[in-house]
C-alpha cells in the first residue's frame, strides 16, 4: 500500500492525514492532530514556529507507530505570513501574524510609492489590511535591519519545507497571496518591488506544486525513524481546498469554508479589470496556472469568536447550539458588514457586532441567538452579493454551490446559502484541503492522470450532501 502524508496548517490547528488509493477511490486518515496557538512576543502576535515544528514531527512520529509510513510527504497552511532568514538561515525577527495591528494604514503609506489602480493591474490581487506587501512595508519601518540582513523570504510552508527536506524553495500558490507576483509571467514583479524598495535578493524564482524537494534531512529521519520525499502541493491551503471540489461541471461557484469563507470560480487567466478591483475580487494563483478568481468572506471567524468569547465567561457552547439558536431568532434582521477591519481582531466580537449595528440604526442584538443569527445573515448575504458580482465579472451564469472544508458541516449555514441564493449546495468533502494536498501528490506519482480523474476519483470517495434551494 502506498500512502501519501498531507500536512494541513490552518489558523487553530495542524492535521495529520494519509492518504491511499483503494479500489479506485481515496481513503484517508487522520493520523495526528495538533494546536496552533499564536504568542504575543516583543510586542507582536506571532506564530508559535516552534511548537508548530514540535507538532508537525509529532505526527511523522504517529506515521511511524502506525507502521504506515508515506511516500510523499506535502505541507499547505495559510497564506500572506512570512519569515526571513539570514546568510546562516538562521530565523530574523518574529514569524507575525495577519492579524496582528502593524499594518494598519499601511495601505496609506504604499499608496506613496505606487498606485494601487497599478498593482492590481498586474498582480490581480485584492486590497487586503494584512496583505504581506503591507507586512513587508510595515517591516521596513519598524526594523529596516532585519530585510537588510535577510538573505531569504519564505512563507510559512515553504519554511516548513525548509525544515523538513533542508531545501529552500518559494512555492508559486502562496507567493502570489504576496501581491507581487505578475499574472503574466507567473514571477516576481521587479517593478513592484522595486518600487517598494524591498531587496531584489529576498525574491527567489518559484516552483510549482508538484515538484520533488527532496528527502528528509539526516537530522529528522533520525527523530521520525524513516525517510520519505518531501514534495510541493498547492501550498496555499485554499489552493488545496480548490483543487478538491468535486463540481460536476464549469457552472458551480466553489466555497471553501472555515475560518475564511474563499468565495469563487476556477479560470485559466486573470482578470485584472477596473470592475474587478472595485469589487475587489482576487485572482490567487492554482495549481497547473490556473487562477483561482474569488472574493475573501470573513467566514466563521466570527461565530468561532463569539464561542470562544462566550465559553471564556463560563459557558459551554457548541457550534451546533449557536446554530440552533440563530435558528430561534430567523425573526431578527440585523445584518453587518462581515468584511470590516472592526470584525479581523476585536476585543469582544460581541460587543463589536452591537456597536456595528448602533452605528447603522439597526435592532441591536441582545440574546446569543440573535448575535449568532446576525452573524450568520450577515455571511449569507455577502455569499448572495459576491455570487451576484461574480457572474457580472465572469459573464457566466452559475447554477450550483460546492462548499468544502470544515465549514459544509454547518448545515443551518448551507441551509441559508442555498435559500439566499436560490442555487442548490453541494457540502463536502469536510477535510477538503488535505484532500486536495493529497491529490497532488498521487498525481505526481503516476497515480492519478490528471486532475480531472482527481476529481472523479472524489466525487466517488466522499459524502456529498445537496441540499435543495
Not at 98 to 104: L, N
Not at 399 to 422: F, H, M, P, W
Amino acid at each position: 500500500m502506498k500512502y501519501y502524508l498531507a500536512i494541513d496548517i490552518g489558523a487553530s490547528s495542524g492535521r495529520h492525514i494519509l492518504g491511499h488509493l483503494e479500489n479506485g477511490r481515496m481513503v484517508t486518515e487522520e493520523i495526528w492532530r495538533f494546536e496552533n496557538n499564536p504568542i504575543h512576543r516583543n510586542g507582536y502576535d506571532c506564530w508559535d514556529l516552534d511548537s508548530l515544528w514540535a507538532g508537525i514531527l509529532d505526527g511523522l512520529k504517529a506515521c511511524k507507530a502506525a507502521g504506515k509510513i508515506p511516500e510523499t510527504i506535502g505541507i499547505d497552511t495559510w497564506a500572506v505570513d512570512f519569515v526571513l532568514l539570514d546568510k546562516e538561515d538562521k530565523l530574523i525577527g518574529e514569524a507575525v501574524t495577519y492579524r496582528d495591528s502593524r499594518t494598519e494604514k499601511m495601505d496609506k503609506v504604499f499608496e506613496k510609492f505606487i498606485p494601487f489602480d497599478l498593482v492590481y493591474s498586474r498582480t490581480g490581487i485584492q486590497k487586503q489590511p494584512f496583505n504581506t506587501i503591507y507586512q513587508l512595508i510595515a517591516l521596513k519601518r519598524e526594523h529596516p535591519e532585519q530585510l537588510k540582513e535577510a538573505e531569504w523570504l519564505l512563507m510559512i510552508p515553504d519554511y516548513f519545507n525548509f525544515k523538513l527536506s533542508g531545501v529552500k524553495q518559494n512555492e508559486y500558490t502562496n507567493a502570489t497571496s504576496t501581491g507581487m507576483i505578475y499574472t503574466i509571467t507567473k514571477a516576481w514583479d521587479q517593478g513592484i518591488v522595486g518600487a517598494l524598495t524591498f531587496p531584489w535578493k529576498l525574491f527567489r524564482p518559484l516552483a510549482m506544486p508538484g515538484t520533488v524537494l527532496g528527502e528528509l534531512t539526516p537530522e529528522v529521519q533520525e527523530m521520525v525513524g524513516f525517510n520519505s520525499t518531501v514534495i510541493l502541493p498547492a501550498t496555499h491551503d485554499t489552493a488545496s481546498a480548490f483543487l478538491a471540489v468535486p463540481a460536476k461541471d464549469d457552472n458551480a461557484v466553489y466555497i471553501s469554508s472555515g475560518t475564511w469563507s474563499l468565495l469563487g470560480v476556477e479560470n485559466d487567466h486573470a482578470i485584472t479589470t477596473k470592475e474587478s478591483q472595485k469589487h475587489n475580487f482576487t485572482n490567487e494563483g492554482g495549481a497547473w496556472g490556473r487562477y483561482r478568481y474569488l472574493k475573501n468572506i470573513m467566514g466563521l471567524w466570527m461565530i468561532q469568536s463569539v464561542r470562544r468569547e462566550l465559553n471564556a465567561a463560563g459557558g459551554d457552547w457548541s457550534f451546533a447550539q449557536l446554530a440552533e439558536e440563530a435558528r430561534k431568532a430567523e425573526g431578527f434582521s440585523a445584518v453587518v458588514n462581515v468584511n470590516k477591519e472592526c470584525f479581523l481582531a476585536p476585543d469582544s466580537m460581541i460587543e463589536a457586532i452591537k456597536a456595528e449595528c448602533a452605528a447603522t440604526k439597526q435592532s441591536i442584538p441582545a440574546t446569543v441567538g440573535e448575535i449568532a443569527q446576525t452573524i450568520y445573515s450577515s455571511l449569507v448575504l455577502c455569499y448572495k452579493e459576491a455570487i451576484e458580482n461574480l457572474q457580472t465579472l465572469t459573464g457566466k451564469t452559475y447554477t450550483s454551490i460546492n462548499i468544502v472544508g470544515g465549514g459544509c458541516q454547518d448545515s443551518y449555514l448551507n441551509e441559508r446559502t442555498a435559500k439566499a441564493t436560490g442555487l442548490p449546495v453541494y457540502a463536502g468533502p469536510v477535510e477538503g484541503t488535505a484532500i486536495g494536498n493529497l491529490l497532488v501528490q498521487m498525481i505526481a506519482a503516476g497515480e492519478l492522470a490528471d486532475l480531472q480523474q482527481g476529481r472523479e476519483t472524489i466525487r466517488r470517495s466522499f459524502e456529498i450532501k445537496e441540499i435543495e434551494a
